[in-house]
């Protein structure tokens, strides 16, 4: 059974960095794509960064140069740097996958993935 746990949000003020981790079981890591997401209020869900099992990583323009998705074999778990925070960033974020082989541009889409953590909230503050 595949789980998802993310850990590692909070409240930090504008300019600071909060590192996310995703907790990954149930995956034998042969294929895959693995994504965060995240949720303002009143928005919908938007993909924030994607990565595959080549090594291929896409960002939402936003975030590009600041934030960094990266995944631990080792340790099942899926990790998004995030520095240089901003207010907009403010959301709930989520960490998802799928164990098969998806499009670069794919990465970003909610209807790649089905499975997904609970989310994690994030606060920036200016």
């Known amino acids: 059974q595949v789980q998802l746990v993310e850990s590692g949000g909070g409240s930090v003020q504008a300019g600071g960095s909060l590192r996310l981790s995703c907790a990954v079981s149930g995956y034998t890591y042969s294929n895959y794509c693995m994504g965060w997401f995240r949720q303002a209020p009143g928005k919908e869900r938007e993909g924030v960064a994607g990565i595959r099992s080549d090594g291929e990583t896409r960002y939402l323009d936003s975030v590009k140069g600041r934030f960094t998705i990266s995944l631990d074999n080792a340790k099942n778990t899926l990790y998004l740097q995030m520095n240089s925070l901003k207010p907009e960033d403010t959301a709930m974020y989520y960490c998802?996958?799928?164990?098969?082989?998806?499009?670069?541009?794919?990465?970003?889409?909610?209807?790649?993935?089905?499975?997904w953590g609970q989310g994690t909230q994030v606060t920036v503050s200016s």
């Open positions: 998802a996958a799928r164990d098969s082989w998806c499009t670069f541009t794919r990465t970003l889409y909610t209807s790649t993935y089905k499975d």
